[in-house]
T-cell receptor
Framework: DQQVKQNSPSLSVQEGRISILNCDYTNSMFDYFLWYKKYPAEGPTFLISISSIKDKNEDGRFTVFLNKSAKHLSLHIVPSQPGDSAVYFCAAVRNYGGSQGNLIFGKGTKLSVKP | DTGVSQDPRHKITKRGQNVTFRCDPISEHNRLYWYRQTLGQGPEFLTYFQNEAQLEKSRLLSDRFSAERPKGSFSTLEIQRTEQGDSAMYLC???????????FGSGTRLTVV
């Protein structure tokens, strides 16, 4: 049973346009969500996160939106750049501030930004 | 602070051999996680340490797998009698107390032939 789902395996956008990556989750106990970017042969790199008590968090070109009622979050990248081409993972965690908090990942979306 | 270090970066082994990976977390981070990532999948949780105590193990962690974190510093992950299905990227992450982010290492790519 996959608790975090990224239903689009790939996404292709033109440089300068907006990239929107989507993520759905099933466990209402998740209280924190993170986006990671991953290049081949490297570990995931933290991008941006959001607490379940918020509905938006922005950091430069990256904005994450959370719709708790729909159990849906999205990552917006504006404007998209060729260097953004990577696999993006959505991750969720229960009891983020507690003693454990292992991440549950989606399968990832491969973003290609074309010049 | 040099981030999370993992060694080796790549390991090719014959089926049935034992392998051991090492993870050096960020020095002040007391929480350490091991994940496994196979092709087309996201990282999957294997086990978690808080300081030297192993507090949780996933069902993915069969009896052939063992992890340690002596003295609450570096951690090792050993796989005994490797199988081809063990071929994957093994990722280590560490995290400080409270609301700090998770920092991943570059991973160890294991290929079992």
């Amino acid at each position: 049973d996959q608790q975090v789902k990224q239903n689009s395996p790939s996404l292709s956008v033109q440089e300068g346009r907006i990239s929107i990556l989507n993520c759905d989750y099933t466990n209402s106990m998740f209280d924190y969500f993170l986006w990671y970017k991953k290049y081949p042969a490297e570990g995931p790199t933290f991008l941006i996160s959001i607490s379940s008590i918020k509905d938006k968090n922005e950091d430069g070109r990256f904005t994450v939106f959370l719709n708790k009622s729909a159990k849906h979050l999205s990552l917006h990248i504006v404007p998209s750049q060729p260097g953004d081409s990577a696999v993006y993972f959505c991750a969720a965690v229960r009891n983020y501030g507690g003693s454990q908090g292992n991440l549950i990942f989606g399968k990832g979306t491969k973003l290609s930004v074309k010049p | 602070d040099t981030g999370v270090s993992q060694d080796p970066r790549h390991k090719i082994t014959k089926r049935g051999q034992n392998v051991t990976f090492r993870c050096d977390p960020i020095s002040e981070h007391n929480r350490l996680y091991w994940y496994r990532q196979t092709l087309g999948q996201g990282p999957e949780f294997l086990t978690y340490f808080q300081n030297e105590a192993q507090l949780e193990k996933s069902r993915l962690l069969s009896d052939r797998f063992s992890a340690e974190r002596p003295k609450g510093s570096f951690s090792t992950l050993e796989i005994q009698r490797t199988e081809q299905g063990d071929s994957a990227m093994y990722l280590c992450a560490s995290r400080g107390g409270g609301h700090y982010g998770y920092t991943f290492g570059s991973g160890t790519r294991l290929t079992v032939v």
